[in-house]
């Protein structure tokens, strides 16, 4: 068999750099967008912040305008300039600067409360740890260095919710046997880490928590009756068998009903407020607003990042007659970047000004409107690809006067009706959660009945559906439910 040459043509799908740019800037966070911006300032001086505000923009782009008169449609095929990059061109309209209330709490622009940072408890938890509290505790009181540092042995030992990590007799063998410590002594050393703050800590299980608690407590029939069940009967009050502990300690409702309130009201985890809880703010990327009686969709300035040209290094490279290899790179890197910001924007725009149409039932009537939705339907719509629907909708967050959405809460499977239609998983669970919080707690709904109600309203649920949805909600089943 001889060589020869051959000619074949084919096909095959190539992305460029600008289009694997596109796609990794829309499947970011907002935070992750700012980030990855950030490298890109830090490592093109061809790129820079628009901190003069929306003085320039694209060409065919728009300003910001009041919402209630909403800006001219932008020109789409419009090619951008290359020196600045302003307001994002997809918005028909600025949202108000100022605060705006609404049924799940205030909204500013940076996604949470001005007040919010003089919360004393949050300061607390954030500066105090529960080992540097019972340390400081520790050292008011009057003890031998010897029993001192066996507090401190088993302080170590204490979990984030002030229990003891591990048993007592464990504890003893892992310490030197040159100490010639007794188990006695550290059995002391925790009788004192219980007489600290937060009440209930040092606790080996749950049962000795709340008994610590309790001992503090306020003397009276309950509190007796309490210290009881929780001794003896906190298996069948966890299992809400009110007649079987009724029968055993012969106690009639009044003081049974006190008894369980009072139990209710201590603290199984004495020591999570001085757990280190970091805080997750949100900026949203899109806001929703009520206008004209039409639900519209706006960019969130404050997630909208200002670029442009820097035009000192634009006009040295325009100077030079031959031009410069790597600046000349950096330069379209530039005007990649911008281009794609302001396609990532678009994108998301388009997409959730499509979900609102959809969904606007929802921002009128609440969860229980709330219609089924997937993503090929608004692909469809939009003349997307699915997984472009996909990214767009992941890690996105919408702000409206019912409170911060994802992007993907509006996406739900359906139910089929007895009219033919469909319902909402989202608004099944919505109706499952009124029932339950209307229901009369001494005879709550079960899942079957549960089941029954909704198929009257023309919802065919099977229970083991209904069990699934009030799983998810975290509401636990009838037996647990029941009160007295």
């Known amino acids: 068999m001889k060589p020869a040459l051959q000619l074949k043509l084919s096909q095959h799908l190539a992305l460029t750099p600008q289009l694997q740019q596109s796609i990794k800037l829309l499947q970011l966070s907002t935070i992750e967008m700012q980030q990855e911006i950030e490298r890109y300032l830090l490592e093109n001086p061809m790129l820079e912040r628009d901190d003069d505000g929306p003085g320039e923009n694209f060409a065919?782009?728009?300003?910001?305008?009041?919402?209630?008169?909403?800006?001219?449609?932008?020109?789409?095929?419009?090619?951008?300039?290359?020196?600045?990059?302003?307001?994002?061109?997809?918005?028909?309209?600025?949202?108000?600067?100022?605060?705006?209330?609404?049924?799940?709490?205030?909204?500013?622009?940076?996604?949470?409360?001005?007040?919010?940072?003089?919360?004393?408890?949050?300061?607390?938890?954030?500066?105090?740890?529960?080992?540097?509290?019972?340390?400081?505790?520790?050292?008011?009181?009057?003890?031998?260095?010897?029993?001192?540092?066996?507090?401190?042995?088993?302080?170590?030992?204490?979990n984030d919710d002030g229990y003891l990590s591990a048993p007592l007799e464990e504890l003893w063998e892992t310490l030197p046997p040159e100490y010639e410590i007794e188990i006695e002594e550290l059995e002391i050393a925790l009788h004192h880490i219980q007489n600290f703050d937060p009440t209930?800590?040092?606790?080996?299980?749950?049962?000795?928590?709340?008994?610590?608690?309790?001992?503090?407590?306020?003397?009276?029939?309950?509190?007796?009756?309490?210290?009881i069940i929780v001794d003896k009967h906190l298996e069948l009050l966890a299992a809400r068998d009110f007649v079987r502990i009724r029968r055993l300690t012969g106690c009639d409702d009044e003081i049974l009903k006190g008894a369980h309130e009072l139990i209710t009201s201590l603290d199984p985890r004495?020591?999570?407020?001085?757990?280190?809880?970091?805080?997750?703010?949100?900026?949203?990327?899109?806001?929703?607003?009520?206008?004209?009686?039409?639900?519209?969709?706006?960019?969130?300035?404050?997630?909208?990042?200002?670029?442009?040209?820097?035009?000192?290094?634009?006009?040295?490279?325009?100077?030079?007659?031959?031009?410069?290899?790597?600046?000349?790179?950096?330069?379209?890197?530039?005007?990649?970047?911008?281009?794609?910001?302001?396609?990532r924007f678009e994108t998301i725009h388009r997409v959730t000004q499509a979900i609102v149409d959809r969904q606007r039932q929802f921002f009128e009537h609440g969860e229980v409107a709330m219609r089924p939705l997937v993503l090929r339907e608004i692909a469809d719509l939009l003349g997307l690809h699915e997984s472009t629907i996909s990214r767009v909708t992941s890690q996105k967050y919408m702000a409206t006067p019912r409170g911060i959405f994802e992007l993907k809460y509006f996406f739900g499977s359906h139910v089929a009706t007895d009219t033919g239609g469909a319902c909402s998983a989202t608004a099944i669970r919505a109706l499952i959660k009124q029932l339950i919080s209307a229901e009369d707690g001494k005879k709550p709904l079960s899942d079957s009945q549960l089941s029954e109600i909704l198929g009257q309203q023309g919802i065919v649920v099977a229970r083991r559906t209904v069990a699934k949805y009030r799983e998810s909600l975290n509401i636990p089943p009838v037996n647990l439910r029941k009160t007295l």
């Open 60 to 158: 065919g782009a728009q300003q910001f305008d009041s919402p209630d008169k909403p800006a001219s449609e932008p020109a789409g095929d419009s090619e951008p300039r290359e020196d600045v990059q302003g307001e994002p061109p997809m918005t028909p309209g600025e949202v108000d600067d100022d605060r705006w209330s609404s049924d799940a709490g205030t909204f500013t622009g940076a996604g949470r409360d001005e007040d919010d940072d003089n919360d004393p408890q949050d300061s607390h938890a954030a500066n105090v740890s529960l080992r540097e509290h019972l340390t400081w505790q520790l050292g008011m009181t009057q003890m031998s260095e010897r029993d001192r540092s066996l507090v401190r042995f088993l302080i170590e030992a204490l």
């Open 200 to 227: 209930g800590i040092g606790a080996r299980d749950l049962r000795e928590c709340l008994l610590l608690q309790l001992k503090v407590a306020e003397d009276c029939a309950e509190r007796t009756l309490a210290t």
């Open 270 to 343: 004495p020591a999570a407020g001085y757990a280190q809880i970091e805080a997750r703010y949100i900026t949203p990327d899109v806001i929703v607003k009520k206008l004209k009686g039409k639900w519209t969709a706006y960019i969130n300035p404050d997630a909208y990042p200002r670029l442009r040209i820097n035009r000192l290094y634009a006009d040295i490279l325009a100077k030079q007659r031959r031009g410069n290899g790597n600046l000349s790179g950096q330069l379209q890197e530039a005007r990649w970047l911008i281009k794609n910001v302001q396609q």
